[in-house]
Nanobody, 115 residues
Framework: VQLVESGGGLVQPGGSLRLSCAAS????????IAWFRQAPGKTRAGVSCITSTDGTTYYADSVKDRFTISRDNASGTVYLRMDSLNPEDTADYYC?????????WGKGTQVTVSS
């Protein structure tokens, strides 16, 4: 079982990115999936999640109205669209089930917001 995050990169303040989360070895479709991030020197924290049942979404206050989580059950992919990025969004981003399972942590994808 492996979760693979992709889509990170370097972006200027105010820019956008879309992260993707895919899974091999299990059906992502059947789980509530969350995005987490870990900034340098800080602990990993939840950013957003989307339920498996009805697609209800939740967001941390720091990203509300800027980030959008979605899922494509046909392809088993969960996305995180990030708009109006600012330097405080710089972090490694990870996806996992919610609650997270230790064995599902992937390598993450790095997001750097800088001019």
């Amino acid at each position: 079982v492996q979760l693979v995050e992709s889509g990170g990169g370097l972006v200027q303040p105010g820019g956008s990115l879309r992260l993707s989360c895919a899974a091999s070895g299990f059906g992502l479709t059947y789980y509530t999936i969350a995005w987490f991030r870990q900034a340098p020197g800080k602990t990993r924290a939840g950013v957003s999640c989307i339920t498996s049942t009805d697609g209800t979404t939740y967001y941390a206050d720091s990203v509300k109205d800027r980030f959008t989580i979605s899922r494509d059950n046909a392809s088993g992919t969960v996305y995180l669209r990030m708009d109006s990025l600012n330097p405080e969004d710089t972090a490694d981003y990870y996806c996992n089930t919610q609650p997270p399972r230790m064995e599902y942590w992937g390598k993450g994808t790095q997001v750097t917001v800088s001019s």
